[in-house]
Nanobody, 119 residues
Framework: QVQLVESGGGLVEAGGSLRLSCVAS????????MRWYRQAPGKQRELVAG???????NYADAVKDRFTVSRDTAKNTVYLQMNSVSPEDTAVYSC?????????????WGQGTQVTVSS
């Protein structure tokens, strides 16, 4: 029904920047909420940032003031601008969307994109 495809991951040096994108496609009415999560090896998945349909945002303390989440509603796309990255930001970053499909809200996940920060 809804597919989420992330892109923009890769290898970056500490202190550098990276921009992730997540595009939603399929048949749906509205995307209520989009979030970025990450999971590092041996750790639990954690919320990185989220943005509502109205544009309200929230961030994990670990990324506040370094990462910025934004969305292009017309393109059904959410972005994560990552600045001043550190090796602790190394993880698989996944996109999540809370989507109105057929009158019901559903959860959808992307496959994830690897971000590796070298020291």
């Amino acid at each position: 029904q809804v597919q989420l495809v992330e892109s923009g991951g890769g290898l970056v040096e500490a202190g550098g920047s990276l921009r992730l994108s997540c595009v939603a496609s399929g048949t749906f009415s509205t995307i209520n909420l989009m979030r970025w999560y990450r999971q590092a090896p041996g750790k639990q998945r954690e919320l990185v940032a989220g943005i509502t349909a109205s544009g309200s945002t929230n961030y994990a303390d670990a990324v506040k003031d370094r990462f910025t989440v934004s969305r292009d509603t017309a393109k059904n796309t959410v972005y994560l601008q990552m600045n001043s990255v550190s090796p602790e930001d190394t993880a698989v970053y996944s996109c999540y969307a809370y989507v109105l499909v057929g009158g019901r809200l559903n959860n959808f996940w992307g496959q994830g994109t690897q971000v590796t920060v070298s020291s």
